[in-house]
């Protein structure tokens, strides 16, 4: 069945310092979709991308979707504490897969 | 709160129990969802519907468990025979979904979490 893997499963950064994690799928994506979750809170939609090769920006966080939509990455610069939490993303079309999700710490 | 709400927040059950969880949904949204969320992993999909239709169950998931959205608003979750293996967090998440445009992002609710001892 479909898999999808994120990179790395864990990431300590100093505040200020910049963050990527990278999803893979195995099977080719209709969309895909970035949730975050806090420690103790449930995951909340941040965005989906639909195009081939698709990449877009809400203020420090950049998204892009790979050209052979298998893959996808999420980058934030200038890391603020408020950036703690797990990072997933979600392949599918009707139903969605959740990757393994990337856990950010910040240290300030 | 995203106003999707789950009932109970908590559940404490012996094996071999039977539970029920509930989960009402933003009310136009005609997609739910149920995903288990074990520490440190991502939510795993288990079952979803289109209105009151359960269009997909995941293979992984045992007879054990039962899922119903009467009327296509709330939706239960049945777990028969409970097992220390189901000790879980239980998220329903629900969305827009075709015909309507637009994103069909998932608002998650507050979860269940189980624990069977």
């Known amino acids: 069945g479909q898999q999808v893997m994120q990179i790395p499963q864990y990431q300590h950064v100093q505040e200020g310092e910049d963050f990527t994690t990278y999803c893979n799928s195995s099977?080719?994506?209709?969309?895909i979709q970035w949730y975050k979750q806090r420690p103790g809170g449930h995951p909340v939609f941040l965005i989906q991308?639909?195009?081939?090769?698709e990449v877009k920006k809400q203020k420090r966080l950049t998204f892009q979707f790979g050209e052979a939509k298998k893959n996808s990455s999420l980058h934030i610069t200038a890391t603020q504490t408020t950036d703690v939490g797990t990072y997933f993303c979600?392949?599918?079309?009707?139903?969605?897969?959740f990757g393994t999700g990337t856990r950010l710490k910040v240290l300030a | 709160d995203t106003g999707v709400s789950q009932n109970p927040r908590h559940k404490i059950t012996k094996r071999g129990q039977n539970v029920t969880f509930r989960c009402d949904p933003i009310?136009?949204?005609?997609?739910l969802y149920w995903y288990r969320q074990t520490l440190g992993q991502g939510p795993e999909f288990l079952t979803y519907?289109?209105?009151?239709?359960?269009?997909?169950k995941s293979r992984l998931l045992s007879d054990r468990f039962s899922a119903e959205r009467p009327k296509g608003s709330f939706s239960t979750l049945e777990i028969q025979r409970t097992e220390q293996g189901d000790s879980a967090m239980y998220l329903c998440?629900?969305?827009?979904?075709?015909?309507?445009?637009?994103?069909?992002?998932?608002?998650f609710g507050p979860g269940t979490r189980l624990t069977v001892t």
């Open positions: 009310s136009e949204h005609n997609r």
């Open positions: 979600a392949g599918g079309t009707y139903k969605y897969i």
């Open positions: 099977t080719t994506l209709s969309n």
């Open positions: 998440a629900s969305s827009l979904g075709p015909p309507a445009g637009g994103l069909y992002e998932q608002y």
């Open positions: 519907f289109q209105n009151e239709a359960q269009l997909e």
């Open positions: 991308l639909v195009k081939s090769g």
